[in-house]
């Protein structure tokens, strides 16, 4: 088969992808379980009264708490890469990262406030050291002309969603339902399981590893040959500075699309109908909601650009749809939560269904496209550095997302979520206006 290294021929398939890739995908699909389970009881958890065996804290203590975490979960990154380049290697940092993620939910499952803040720490360092690298192990598994590489980081994005879509399905219930403590419980047991996986399934992605390490050290030996300059050429310069004007836009695309859960959350459990057909279901299976869209809707994005042939919109146009998508899904809200806080009823909960449909066209816009541009975008000798750099853009988005959503109880809501549109869709504006001098930045870069 043309681009396909010998290696990955001889490799055992999956789905004609690697077999390491379907150890990846679980290990991933777990993580994001235990991820998206706890996130969408947290916020509930930490407002709900004593009597109801919550925290009691104000809506505005838990999401600054929330945003902290949050954002202190992709911050780590950062070090987390570090690690893995520097000390552990990739197949450590992801089996220690996954154990301490374990821990900290089961820290959580215990009902005391220093276990609760231990968890919360626990979970922020150990997904700081398994999420960037286990993305990093699915780029070991091809060789750099494998034309599945691509393909397979989509398969791998599904994992996520499919993680992220199954646990408030099962967390939800069990947390809001039966005992807060339990679904946090069941989080750590879905990321023990990922843990076993990953460990029964080393077999599958040490080939790949052993060319990773081979690389680096090939690498380090030309270094050495060479010698490296320090400094940047000019046109590397307006590469990277096109990935600082981006890193801004792509915060604030964060900020909005990770109220989902904090202010939509609370949205859902205050003042949504939670019936369907005369059942009455837990306010956390909408947290499912968007990562089902993500599942439908990525094959068609990606048939999509494909269609469009060379008329696929640029890197940065796409961003300013993601701006746009997701401020026209605040917009939508507004009339909502008009309609909600001022006549005191609760509403269809086809509002939030429609809004976290039009953030999945958001994301499927900007998220998959943000990362291969910074590979694309910086001198290679910094792509590390700049995609930890990349990944800090959602790490403040995520504290943007907590601030706002502090307002929770002290804005009218749809002066709040007014904001939130006004602002992601006054961005979007710019960046339109913006594309063609940035493409010039870009040098030639699509
Ligand atoms: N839902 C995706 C994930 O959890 C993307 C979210 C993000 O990167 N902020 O990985």
Redesign the pocket.
Known sequence: MPGMSNIAVAEKQWFGHPRGLATCFFTEMWE?FSYYGMRALLILYMVAPVDKGGLAFSTEKGASIYGWYTMGVYAMSVPGGWVADKLLGLYRSVLLGGIIIAAGHFMMAYPSLPTFYAGLISIVIGTGLLKPNVSGIVGTLYSKDDVRRDAGFSVFYMG??LG?FIAPLICGPLGQRVNWHYGFGAAGVGMTLGVIQYVLGKKHIAPGLARHEKDEANERAAERAEGRSSSFTPQEWRRISVIAILFFFSMLF?GAF?QAGSSLNLFADRLTRLNFLGHSFPSTLFQSVQPLFVIIFSPIFALLWLRMGRHEPSSPTKFGFGLFFVGLSFLLLVPGAAIAQQQGIKVSPMWLIGVYLLQTFGELCL?PVGLSMVTKLAPPRIVGLMLGVFFLS?SFGNKLGGYCAGFFDRFPLPKLFGAVAGTTLAAAFILFLLVKPIRKLMGGVH
Do not use: L, P, Q, T
Request: charged share 25%.
């Open positions: 994001r996520i969603n992220a964060w990770e998220s959602i």
